[in-house]
């Protein structure tokens, strides 16, 4: 079974870092696009950042220069390097990928991890 495994959530105190990470297991072909969402109490999910399979990455401006998104390809991960937090990065933040699951079809399908909590102090 293919899915998305986050891990490195938690309380943090304003000023502090995190890092996230996200395992993409199962039986796994391609991995195209990889990201990373969050979606805070009472408000829609958005994007935090992205990076495609060669490396070009793309932020939310409320980020950048704070956080930085990688991966490695050959362990199916990707990371956010949170630094410098702050009370409103408090959210569910959530691994987002384009995985090719079959050998005989090229088509990538969307797949989302099921979320983890930063909370972050002030």
């Known amino acids: 079974q293919v899915q998305l495994v986050e891990s490195g959530g938690g309380l943090v105190q304003a000023g502090g870092s995190l890092r996230l990470s996200c395992v993409a297991s199962?039986?796994?072909?391609?991995?195209?696009?990889m990201g990373w969402y969050r979606q805070a109490p009472g408000k829609q999910r958005e994007l935090v950042a992205t990076?495609?399979?060669?490396?070009?990455?793309d932020y939310a401006d409320s980020v950048k220069g704070r956080f930085t998104i990688s991966r490695d390809n050959a362990k199916n991960t990707v990371y956010l390097q949170m630094n410098s937090l702050k009370h409103e990065d408090t959210a569910v933040y959530y691994c987002?990928?384009?995985?090719?699951?079959?050998?005989?079809?090229?088509?990538?399908?969307?797949?989302w991890g099921q979320g983890t909590l930063i909370t972050v102090s002030s």
């Open positions: 987002n990928a384009d995985l090719q699951t079959t050998w005989f079809d090229s088509t990538y399908y969307e797949f």
């Open positions: 199962g039986t796994i072909f391609g991995i195209n696009n």
């Open positions: 990076i495609t399979s060669r490396g070009s990455t």
